[in-house]
């Protein structure tokens, strides 16, 4: 009923920049927050950046200052627009929703999953 679909991972050289997008779309009552996570290799999945519904914004440490996650909230859409991008970056990034939708209670929703490699 709430479905997520990403967009703009690819192959970037380090120090490159890509834009990832995510929108939300279905029964949607209310979308409290957005965000993107990252799994890299044969690591957990964590936390890259979210921001709620009033511009409250979360980055990890790791991405401070080259990241910046934006949304759309009209169009019920999240970016991440990803600067000095450097090979540790490399991962599958995963889009987020915190959802109310219709008959369903407030629950987060997942992407597929984008692939974003950094390597020259």
């Known amino acids: 009923q709430v479905q997520l679909v990403e967009s703009g991972g690819g192959l970037v050289q380090p120090g490159g920049s890509l834009n990832l997008s995510c929108a939300a779309s279905?029964?949607?009552?209310?979308?409290?927050?957005m965000g993107w996570y990252h799994q890299p290799p044969g690591k957990q999945r964590e936390l890259v950046a979210a921001?709620?519904?009033?511009?409250?914004?979360n980055y990890a440490d790791s991405v401070k200052g080259r990241f910046t996650i934006s949304r759309d909230n009209a169009e019920n859409t999240v970016y991440l627009q990803m600067n000095s991008l450097k090979p540790e970056d490399t991962a599958v990034y995963f889009c987020?929703?915190?959802?109310?939708?219709?008959?369903?209670?407030?629950?987060?929703?997942w992407g597929q999953g984008t692939q974003v490699t950094v390597s020259s």
């Open positions: 921001i709620t519904n009033r511009g409250i914004t």
């Open positions: 279905g029964s949607i009552v209310s979308v409290y927050a």
């Open positions: 987020n929703a915190d959802v109310r939708a219709t008959m369903i209670s407030r629950r987060p929703y």
